[in-house]
Every structure is written in structure tokens, then in C-alpha cells.
């Protein structure tokens, strides 16, 4: 079992940057590939990247490449979302997930657990 706590969101306004962290409890959290989604209002929850286990693998959508940066400390059982250059239209409440398989990782479906999540707000 992984539970998953997100934190970091808040008001910025454009141009900004935010760092998003998912701390995560259980001891086989470091086995979990972990993505990060987000769902704006009145939107469906999308993928936005993801971090293999290892931190081998990322995975990025297309709005968010070079802007964004996910990374993860085992050790310390985070993932963080390094979020610059914010836009408009990336205000949404972010969602961090974590799973056990390699199957696509932009998937929602394929996640086990989720956190809370935790908004985000980029005034223009």
C-alpha cells in the first residue's frame, strides 16, 4: 500500500515557477513508477510527466516539455515537479499517482494509488 500527499501548489502569476512535491508513505514506494496528472476545471484529468522507479525514464507531455522537470529522491520518498515558465492554462489541480507496471504511462487507468491533489493557479 503507498498513500501519496501532493504539496506546493499556489497563486503565481504568469512566468513564474512552482515546485510541486508528492511524498509518499510505504516501503515499497521505490519500486512505483510515479506520474503526475492534472485536471483543470471542467477538463478531463490529463497526463502531464511521469519518473520510472529507478529515475531512468521520464516521460513528458508536449505542452510542458522544457518548461517542466519531474524528479525523485528515494531515499527520501518524493517525487517533485519543477514547474517554470507557467502559463495561463497550466492552472489545474495536479494529481500525483504512483504504479508497479511499465504499461503506457500517460494512462490514468494504470495507476494504483492517487493523492489528494493540489491546485494550481497562474494568473495572467
Known amino acids: 500500500q503507498v498513500q501519496l500527499v501532493e504539496s506546493g501548489g499556489g497563486l503565481v502569476q504568469a512566468g513564474g515557477s512552482l515546485r510541486l512535491s508528492c511524498a509518499a508513505s510505504g516501503r515499497t514506494f521505490s519500486n512505483h513508477n510515479v506520474g503526475w496528472f492534472r485536471q483543470g476545471p471542467g477538463k478531463e484529468r490529463e497526463f502531464v510527466a511521469a519518473?520510472?522507479?529507478?529515475?531512468?525514464?521520464?516521460f513528458y507531455t508536449d505542452s510542458v516539455k522544457g518548461r517542466f522537470t519531474i524528479s525523485r529522491d528515494n531515499a527520501k520518498n518524493t517525487v517533485s515537479l519543477q514547474m517554470n515558465s507557467l502559463k495561463p492554462e497550466d492552472t489545474a489541480v495536479y494529481f500525483c499517482?504512483?504504479?508497479?507496471?511499465?504499461?503506457?504511462?500517460?494512462?490514468?487507468?494504470?495507476?494504483?494509488?492517487w493523492g489528494q491533489g493540489t491546485q494550481v493557479t497562474v494568473s495572467s
Open positions: 499517482a504512483a504504479k508497479r507496471s511499465y504499461n503506457d504511462f500517460t494512462r490514468t487507468y494504470e495507476y494504483d494509488y
Open positions: 519518473i520510472s522507479w529507478s529515475g531512468y525514464m521520464t
